[in-house]
């Protein structure tokens, strides 16, 4: 069994930043891609970044380019989600996904098998 457990959420203004990690525990023997994902109020559920499981490959959704950066660290078996400029629209939850073994990059969140609980990023005017 895998756990995925995000963390640093939180309340700020247009304009600052924020830094989501994603902390993996469990079976983790296989070091595979990994995703963000959030959802808003009354939104779907909407693809943010992924990362290949090597790091040299990441795929953005248009709306966070250049704003946000994804990278992990193999020792602590975490990934990061570093969100500069936040703007209101970015409020949502957040989730981390760890990718089905043999998974690139995906935009797909059927191709996620774990998924983390979610954090709360709320980004005031």
């Known amino acids: 069994q895998v756990q995925l457990v995000e963390s640093g959420g939180g309340l700020v203004q247009a304009g600052d930043s924020l830094r989501l990690s994603c902390a993996v525990s469990?079976?983790?023997?296989?070091?595979?891609?990994r995703g963000w994902f959030r959802r808003a109020p009354g939104k779907e559920r909407e693809f943010v970044v992924s990362?290949?499981?090597?790091?040299?490959?990441?795929s953005y959704a248009d709306s966070v380019k250049g704003r946000f950066t994804i990278s992990r660290d193999y020792a602590k078996n975490t990934v990061y989600l570093q969100m500069n400029s936040l703007k209101p629209d970015d409020t949502a939850v957040y989730y981390c996904?760890?990718?089905?073994?043999?998974?690139?990059?995906?935009?797909?969140?059927?191709?996620?098998?774990?998924w983390g609980q979610g954090t709360q990023v709320t980004v005031s005017s």
């Open positions: 996904a760890r990718a089905r073994l043999g998974v690139g990059i995906t935009t797909d969140p059927s191709q996620y098998d774990s």
């Open positions: 469990g079976r983790t023997s296989s070091i595979r891609a």
């Open positions: 990362i290949s499981a090597s790091g040299g490959r990441t």
